[in-house]
Antibody, heavy 116, light 108 residues
Framework: QVQLQESGPGLVKPSGTLSLTCTVS???????WSWIRQSPGKGLEWIGY???????SYNPSLKSRATISEDTSKSQFSLDLSSATAADTAVYYC???????????WGQGILVTVSA | EIVLTQSPGTLSLSPGDRASLSCRAS???????LAWYQQKPGQAPRLLIS???NRATGIPDRFSGSGSGTDFTLTISRLEPEDFAMYYC?????????FGPGTKVDFK
């Protein structure tokens, strides 16, 4: 059983950077690791993924504001979302991606509010 | 990007009923790369089906997926009380991956 846990600030100021970390109970090797968010207005939205080889892919809708990185020594991967606005307020999930986009293990989610 | 439409928005049924949930894509999904997720309030989505019809590990056989191209269906053969939840389809055949808006299965 793979466990994931999101952590980070629950409140971010407008124009600031939203930064979250996902801690995984197993090695990051050989899998893709995704960030997905859910807001009342936009539903579920895939943000991007990182493969343990270093490959990344992002949703173009985020207009290059998202960066996903990893710290394999800590079995963690992170999301930075710059120039945050109220539209980025959402529950953010990290998930293991089996490849091809099938997310079989998810964290419990963390609510991030963008507000002054 | 591929837009997914789910219908109906809400399905009001009773335990023991059969549920049929539809997911329609704005263009053909390559290799039938479509997944279904279940989500309960306050919880993360849970993978039910991938590849249009392959049940994920531990998913009861009352859940089944079908369809191809642009039209897909999730069927729950006999609803159990724990099946009343939101259901989302997701395509992963082209980037960006996209999700449908969901169908809520609630008690009649």
């Amino acid at each position: 059983q793979v466990q994931l846990q999101e952590s980070g600030p629950g409140l971010v100021k407008p124009s600031g950077t939203l930064s979250l970390t996902c801690t995984v109970s197993t090695s990051l090797k050989n899998y893709y690791w995704s960030w997905i968010r859910q807001s009342p207005g936009k539903g579920l939205e895939w943000i991007g993924y990182l493969h343990s080889s270093g490959i990344t892919s992002y949703n173009p809708s985020l207009k290059s504001r998202a960066t996903i990185s990893e710290d394999t020594s800590k079995s963690q991967f992170s999301l930075d979302l710059s120039s945050a606005t109220a539209a980025d307020t959402a529950v953010y999930y990290c998930a293991r991606d089996r490849g091809l986009g099938i997310c079989d293990y998810w964290g419990q989610g963390i609510l991030v509010t963008v507000s002054a | 990007e591929i837009v997914l439409t789910q219908s109906p928005g809400t399905l009001s049924l009773s335990p023991g009923d059969r549920a049929s949930l539809s997911c329609r894509a704005s263009q053909s999904i390559s290799s039938d790369y479509l997944a279904w997720y279940q989500q309960k309030p306050g919880q993360a989505p849970r993978l039910l089906i991938s590849g249009a019809f392959n049940r994920a590990t531990g998913i009861p056989d009352r859940f089944s997926g079908s369809g191809s191209g642009t039209d897909f269906t999730l069927t729950i053969s006999r609803l159990e009380p724990e099946d009343f939840a939101m259901y989302y389809c997701q395509q992963y055949g082209s980037s960006p991956r996209t999700f449908g808006p969901g169908t809520k299965v609630d008690f009649k």
